[in-house]
Structures are given as C-alpha cells and as structure tokens.
C-alpha cells in the first residue's frame, strides 16, 4: 500500500508568479483535501476534491484553485503569489467524501513554498 | 463559528513524566475528533479518532478522551522520541473540512 506523495517538496517563488502542486492520494482513497500550514499554526483548509468535483471550500480566494483527476491524484494551482502564501502545504487522502463520513486523513509530507 | 484550541502551545517535560494536553472545541455537531503527530518538516500523522463523548483510544505511552466539550490525550511516562507538535481536529456533521487548532509542542528530555 502506498501513502500520500507530494511534490515538489521545496519551491521558491517570487511575487506575481504562479505554482502547481502535485498530490498522489494513498491507495484505495477517492478524496484528496488541500490544507495550509503557516509556520507554528495548524493546517487551515483550502478545498477538497471528491470524484473529480470541488467538494467543500475554506475561506481561501478564488486564486486558489485545484483538479482531480480520474486516478484520485489532485493538483493545486496557485495565482498571482503573495508574500503571505509562503506556508507548507499539505495534501490529505481519505475514503468517502460527499458528506457520507469521510473518516480519517492521511498526511503527505508536504510542499514547502517560499515566496519572495 | 466551529473552532478548535489546544493548550498549552508548549510543554516540556522530563522523561517519564507523565501529563495531559488539552484540546477544547465548539463544533455544530461533531462527526469526530482527531489527533495527529506532527514531526518538524513532516505530514501530520494519524493517532486517534474519537466520535462520542466517554470514549478512549489508546496507543503505546498515549491515552485519547473525549467529553462533549473538550478532548485530553494524556502521555504516560514519555520517552524524548514522543517529542513532536501534538494536534487535535474536529469533523463537523454538516462539512466536510477539520478544524485544527495550532497543536502542543511537546519536548521531552533525558
């Protein structure tokens, strides 16, 4: 059984640009959530993705954007970065989705970005 | 508004030395509770899931509880490998999104 990959695991960008992060889900798992994590804080949800359908959004601006595609793998696409969005950022898979009981998340290791 | 704090933000501790840290929440209707360790520069990783108040979970040195308010996950004689950030999750009914609260950073010394 594989877990949750990530990648890349360390970007540094500069203001204005735009990034893609790449998520494979565990295997077996049909939901991928996105979550931030600025430094000594909890992750902050973004949005989660179930059978390829934006499934429930947090309060993140519509630069944030994301996909799933048919093999459950996910990408988050982030516009116009700012400074403010240098953060770890998390991919979680999980069975369910869609309301009927998600169940636990499982953790990649994370893309760390640094944006300058 | 559904949110989730966790107390204290840091505690050190000898090895052996036993404690608790504590996750307090206001959720409209839980669907579950969560604990996570995170190591520094790693993916939170999955220790307990909690759902009615009463329950306990637990694992090695680690006990989880949980009451309608308010979740303890009490460490029994640590060794300095349980040393990590502790943080607790709650899943509301109505959404599919965990609140986390900012975690416990735990150190414990030889």
């Known amino acids: 059984e594989t877990g949750v990959t990530q990648s890349p695991t360390h970007l540094i960008k500069t203001r204005g640009q735009q990034v893609t992060l790449r998520c494979s889900s565990q295997?077996?798992?049909?939901?991928v959530s996105w979550y931030q994590q600025a430094l000594g804080q909890g992750p902050q949800f973004i949005f989660q993705y179930y059978r390829e359908e934006e499934n429930g959004r947090g309060n993140f601006p519509p630069r944030f954007s994301g996909l799933q595609f048919p093999n459950y793998s996910s990408e988050l696409n982030v516009n116009a970065l700012e400074l403010d969005d240098s953060a770890l950022y998390l991919c979680?898979?999980?069975?369910?989705?869609?309301?009927?009981?998600?169940?636990?998340?499982?953790f990649g290791e994370g893309s760390r970005l640094t944006v300058l | 508004e559904d949110q989730v704090t966790q107390s204290p933000e840091a505690l050190r501790l000898q090895e052996g030395e036993s404690s608790s840290l504590n996750c307090s929440y206001t959720v409209s209707g839980l669907r579950g509770l969560f604990w996570y360790r995170q190591d520094p520069g790693k993916g939170p990783e999955f220790l307990f899931t909690?759902?009615?108040a009463g329950e306990e979970k637990e694992k090695e040195r680690l006990k989880a509880t949980l009451t309608k308010k308010e979740s303890f996950l009490h460490i029994t004689a640590p060794k300095p490998e349980d040393s990590a950030t502790y943080l607790c999750?709650?899943?509301?009914?109505?959404?599919?999104?965990?609140?986390f609260g900012s975690g416990t950073k735990l150190n414990v010394k030889p």
């Open positions: 295997s077996g798992h049909n939901t």
């Open positions: 999750a709650v899943q509301a009914y109505n959404f599919n999104k965990f609140y």
């Open positions: 979680a898979s999980s069975l369910g989705g869609s309301g009927s009981g998600t169940g636990e998340l499982f």
């Open positions: 909690l759902y009615s």
